[in-house]
């Protein structure tokens, strides 16, 4: 694999968004893999923003928010009513009752799910039923085998499954020409398929890729994602067609970089090695971390065909202990949002695990950021602004190592305390 595709660096996400926009001028689709946490959420925000002219947008976008129209009604007084309300003030629900969408919803729905709806376009809301095993069914009686449970409230994956066949629906109609929907330019769509196991992914990645290229012709796409069997799954669909890919990951506090992987649709894979190597080298290790060591390792593990992970650490010194060690400690409900460092034992124990399967498997890993360039503090000025601005909270000795000698003896130090104080409250 090739480490030379250019890295791009974004200070803000406006600015990503002119790069992606810019690109949607000469290619039908932009592909983006990311990690959580990365904002891939709000970089799909930005993008329709962008294209806002006069309250009107050019954009029709899935994420997070796009769940957030729909809200349950549990009925908690009576226990019996369980619907989901719909809110039809957002564009998103243009001209839905008039094209009667319900039979292109189930269309896709049945591939995926074992249930059924109805919508109530007075109310705006949505009512579920399933087919079950008829409790009082026996054979040659006259009681029927299976019967409708009305009412039901579905499981959260099963709602997210069905706003997103709702999405697709959607979707088809734009593709179609239908007029409620003739303001998109272009479809956003992020993280479709949080809660779905490996192999709804590969339907849902393929059945994607297939509406995608129906409208390659009328419209231009971005999917962006975190999961990387449905990444790859739509790379291999679309690479045919004029298609950008790229690895997009958060800059620390410098912003943003963007890196093409035309040339090496799975990068991704080892671009997580890549940073669990940075914090190795930084020392910045969260607990977190040990979790998305051990997440790569099953994965080698499944690839190579051995029945545990720990057989990817077999033969090397203190097998043993790293593979209890990974077992122990990859199994807290450590989140990337609150990130925990380390004690120092176990972050040596970190280092080492990673060094030794490193070492093994011989990874070629890829640079994922551009170095922060460090200006010099050549007046008083300057250090002001550092201890003010910088939100990278810089440390004194390295304060210290970019002061210019001439004017040591000018600025006050006591403005860096405060500030190390105060970063100090914060943790």
Known sequence: ?????????????????????????????????????????????????????????????????????????????????????????????????ELALEEKIFAYLERYAEFDFKFDYESWNVRFSKKIPNPKYKPNAEEPEFIIQDNIKISRGEENIFIWCIFLAICELTIDGAESYNWVKYIYIDDPISSLDDNNAIAVASDLSKLLKKGKDNLKFIISSHHSLFFNVVCNELKKYKCKRYFLHKNGYEGYTLQATDETPFFHHVALLSELQKVKVSGKINTYHFNILRGILEKTSTFFGHDDFSKCIHGIEDEVLYSRALNLLSHGKYSIYEPVEMGEDNKMLFKSILQAFLDKYQFDLPVLVVEEKQTSIDSKEDFEKLIVENDAEPEKREIERRTSPKIVGKIDLSQFEKFEKKRNIKK
């Not at 926009?21 to 959580?36: E, M, P, Q, T």
């Not at 349950?72 to 226990?79: A, G, I, K, Q, Y």
């Open 1 to 97: 694999m090739s480490n030379q595709s250019k890295i791009y660096t974004y200070k803000a996400l406006s600015n990503l968004v002119t790069r992606l926009r810019d690109d949607l001028n000469n290619h039908l689709f932009v592909l983006i893999y990311a990690y959580n946490g990365t904002g891939k959420t709000r970089l799909s925000v930005e993008f329709k923003n962008k294209g806002k002219k006069q309250d009107i947008g050019d954009t029709l976008y899935f994420n997070a928010f796009t769940e957030d129209l729909f809200s349950w009604d549990n009925d908690l007084e009576n226990d019996l009513e369980r619907i989901l309300k719909v809110n039809v003030d957002s564009k998103f629900f243009n001209g839905f009752k």
